[in-house]
């Protein structure tokens, strides 16, 4: 699976199975934070739930009203470096504070695999409300910090590569009610 292939299917399985985690209701492309560039960019809220009345009315009660995000970078250097992660975390903050984004996921995505220093970065950022992923598309495994952190262990369901390429494609139109740009 290449890098475009797997972004198609990641917001496929986001959209879909992702409703658990929050309601997401839009997606860009190519999105210039400044600092860099991202390739994808889905915004959510963990408040805003469809179905029952019932269901509404539970949500308001417990789920807080939290404006979520998913964004993803593609790496295409052979050896991606720590600035190179750093930067991406810069412009995903700067993101974050622009659109009033409470917690979300960075994926950072390569076709090459991670040196040990990207990994032991990965793994040693504490910053609660951003989880940042290595997806390693050569190696089929996603690499993040210690997995009792709510918003990474969510991510690790929906990010792995493995249950990425299980989920079937369909034309980005299928996805009703969402803004696509």
Known sequence: MDNEEYLKRVEKMIYGKGKNVSNWYETERNVDLGIA???????????????????????AMTVPDWDTGAIFFIEKAREPKVSFLQRAVRATRVYMAKNDITWAWLGIVSEHGFTDRAIDFVKRYQKRELAIFLIDLKNDQIITREAKDPVAKNGLKLLNPRQVVKQKLEPRLSIKGHKIF
């Open 37 to 59: 560039k991202a390739d994808l960019a889905i915004k959510g809220n963990m408040k805003r739930v469809g179905g029952f009345f019932l269901a509404k009315m539970s949500a």
